[in-house]
DNA sequence: TAGATTTATTACCATAGGTTAATTTTTATC
DNA sequence: GATAAAAATTAACCTATGGTAATAAATCTA
């Protein structure tokens, strides 16, 4: 939890008050390996931030098929934010890829903060400024990358996620199919 | 700007002081068809909303072919996101696609609102949202969805933009070539 | 650690979409 | 409105990636 404040301390003032706040509101959960933390269907009334641990939010397509949109590591916040901003049932899951500790907020009372505290206002404008800015690039370098060129940035972007990930939660992440990956890893060896 | 001003109004209150900020950092513009609002290379200061018209931002890869991040148009924002969040020089261009007004915007100066007149942060905070929430469902969208699948939901969101858009900048949206674009149309013709 | 289960690899064939180039259609310009 | 320029269509061929299935390897579990 100390970890979460002084990333906050880092960019802001942070009164006692909404210290206090934030630990009223804030439960710290280890989850094992394969737990999920959302599952689709749900009502979503929970975000996470990541102590540590590795986590990811994919969803499952008609033919079954599932697609991971995002991969969550320390420091990181991770929910379904469709929908949360969106106030529709989950569509995503969030699984733990290997057993993680993160600090479960409930949103709603995550939200009230900026009512009751609006000094968080800028922090969590920077937070969705900058996420704003890194989909954009995820989707340009979608439309633009061809799947080698993306495995390579990816393996650049998250170094050491590899021993946790399983090759088909990296290659849906890609989008790609498993197998497809497994090819591109056969040649990358072979040089 | 009165259609801004409104659109503000329409979710907080608005002061006279900050209306009267707001008016003084506008300026409403009027650009031709092919008009280049901003362009790759470029240091960002600016960001746009959009009255009326049609504009996208694209980038052109290495290999020469662009690809179309995003259309606007009427009461949306348009600008290079990734260059303004993370202070670097354009990488996107944007594009008049027909005759458009737009109210300009300098970026620095649109973000003093904030410390100037906090009430605007729930406002933005929420923008910035909903924005996140539609870029995770295009991330998802184009993770799972075949081309012929993406084409139909483009259609469906943004049904009256085929008569100001060229061929290859939906394509390019979509992440296929128009030739492509064109066999589905085709395809779709038949049925 | 053995056995069971899950995951990764590989090979083969299928297919969506890319490439190139020729032709037609649409749009812009004078 | 005639001409030029740009864009769209179509076809033939090509390539990257998908699908299936069999095998090997890794991981889990008792």
């Known amino acids: 939890m100390e970890a979460l404040i002084n990333k906050i301390k880092d960019s ?27 599952q689709q269907g749900q009502r979503v009334n929970k975000v996470f931030y990541i102590l540590n641990g590795c986590l990811r939010s994919y969803c499952i397509d008609k033919m079954g098929k599932e697609h991971t949109l995002q991969f969550g590591i320390k420091n990181w916040w991770i929910s379904d934010y469709i929908a949360i901003y969106n106030n529709e049932y989950a ?46 690039k995820r989707i ?17 972007q998250y170094p050491d996620i590899e021993q946790f990930t399983r090759n088909y939660h990296i290659a849906s992440y890609l989008g790609i199919t498993q197998e497809s990956l497994s090819r591109l890893r056969s040649e990358i060896a072979k040089k």
């Open 140 to 156: 340009l370098n979608q439309l633009q990358l061809t799947a080698s060129e993306r495995y390579a940035l990816f393996l650049e």
């Open 12 to 38: 802001q003032d942070l009164s006692q008050a909404a210290e206090a706040y934030l630990y009223s509101i804030a439960k710290k959960k280890t989850f094992a390996k394969g737990a999920l933390l959302i």
């Open 91 to 136: 569509n995503l899951a969030i699984e733990c890829l290997k057993e993680s500790t993160v600090i479960e907020f409930n949103a709603k009372k995550l939200n009230n903060i900026f009512s009751l505290f609006p000094e968080f206002e800028p922090f969590q404008r920077q937070l969705l400024e900058r996420h704003v800015a890194s989909l954009h």
